[in-house]
């Protein structure tokens, strides 16, 4: 069992300062959103306003996370081993009081993992060496870059080299996985392909590949768009096939969000051809609605109903990529006629059920709008540590709440 442990902090200031392709760079006073998590007839709550911004606070003292640890572990005694997931608003290993943290932690035999880090707080290269003294057992290290001088202009990395030192030195004792969001023209190309090389010589578990994005549509809903001036974001099936290409070269685990995990199939396992067979583990569909998602999950969605043969369904894709950031200006720019009477929008949208059912009723038909899953298939970022069987069942158990929500929503189809 996993805990969280949570420290705190706020992107640009608990980090050393932002990268420069960082999604939280440029941010504007935003409007809360909307969401599932708000009131019937309040738009706004945490979730849409300071937490998708992760605004809410400063790093917090290590004896108030080790007090949540410690509800948290008495909440769900007897399930299990425990570690303790150290993750933050800011880079984590800015946290002043990290050793402290996983010092205590390892006095009640709770190993840690480090969630996304940049090592930006890194300094001094033997805190590694201290960290995993203390039970550190694992790591997400946000690389970037084995050049320090592209660590220190684009991470903003103000001891590039210690950094890399310290990555090196988890590399050789515990498992880490090295993360890159790939800017076109600056860390792709032969500057990934000498990143790998370093990670998989210093004995790296895997690598995950994270697309640039700078646009609205890309996922951009804070106001900041667009994050650097000049450059295009690599087209989503050009940045699949670098994932596939880097995965072939290495022999380290790579993955890549929003797109692809060439191990495991995902996103969307169930869809591909070879796993067909799976789709008879899918209830029967005995509602009619609309699904409407993102530009990339739709086409595979389809596919899987396609494959089931059921044609009560139709899906309906808005400009958005992801769909857990579509908004209601999402919404505003779609076709009323091809929306049929029930409407399941994706569960974590940042869109409130008055708006949702306002703008999606607007032609004159009033429209029922539902919600499905959180998600419906695992991104690379969870299904680097999954295997296939784990992603497929995950995938049948999350298409199956999707079913319910159309059966649900949806009219009775006799």
């Known amino acids: 069992m996993q805990l969280v442990a949570d420290v705190g902090g706020i992107p640009g200031k608990d980090c050393n300062g932002f990268c420069k392709y960082c999604y939280f760079r440029k941010v504007k006073d935003i409007k809360s959103f909307g969401c599932a998590h708000c009131l019937p007839n309040k738009i706004g709550c945490e979730r849409c306003s300071k937490g998708v911004s992760e605004t809410q606070g400063k790093f917090k003292s290590p004896f108030e996370v080790m007090n949540e640890v410690q509800t948290a572990l008495m909440m769900n005694m007897g399930r299990g081993d425990v570690s303790a997931y150290i993750s933050g608003g800011g880079d984590i290993s800015c946290y002043p009081h990290l050793e402290t943290l996983t010092a205590n932690l390892n006095q009640f035999s709770i190993p840690s993992i480090l969630g996304y880090t940049c090592g930006k707080g890194i300094s001094d290269s033997e805190v590694a060496s201290r960290l995993i003294n203390n039970g550190v057992n694992e790591v997400s290290f946000t690389i970037f870059s084995s050049d320090p001088k592209l660590r220190k202009e684009w ?199 008055l708006d949702a059912e306002r703008i999606l009723s607007a032609d004159g038909v009033e429209r029922l709008v539902g919600r499905g899953p959180d998600t419906l298939s695992v991104d690379g970022e969870l299904s680097i540590d999954m295997t296939d069987e784990n992603v497929i069942e995950r995938e049948l158990e999350q298409f199956n709440d999707l079913v319910d929500a159309i059966n649900f929503f949806g009219m009775r189809i006799i």
């Open 155 to 353: 991470v903003k990395d103000p001891n590039p080299e210690e950094a890399l030192k310290a990555c090196q030195i988890f590399c050789e004792n515990i498992k880490l996985t090295g993360a890159a969001v790939i800017i076109p023209g600056v860390n792709d190309g032969d500057v990934l392909r000498e990143t790998c090389n370093s990670l998989e010589e210093w004995g790296a578990k895997g690598m995950l590949l994270m697309r640039f994005a700078n646009t609205f549509n890309e996922g951009l809903i804070l106001g900041n768009e667009p994050i650097l001036k000049g450059i295009e974001s690599q087209p989503v099936e050009e940045f699949a096939e670098l994932v596939r290409q880097i995965n072939s070269e290495y022999k380290f685990r790579v993955s890549g969000t929003p797109l692809c995990d060439p191990e495991t199939g995902g996103p969307f396992a169930i869809a591909s051809d070879e796993n067909e067979i799976f789709l008879q583990f899918i209830k029967p569909v005995t509602g009619e609605a609309t699904i409407i998602t993102s530009k990339i999950a739709a086409p595979f969605i389809s596919k899987i109903f396609d494959k089931l043969e059921v044609d009560s369904v139709n899906v309906v894709a808005v400009e958005k990529e992801i769909a857990c950031l579509i908004t209601k200006e999402d919404l505003e720019k779609l076709d009323l006629s091809e929306i049929k009477d029930a409407v399941i929008i994706p569960g974590r949208s940042f869109v409130h059920q």
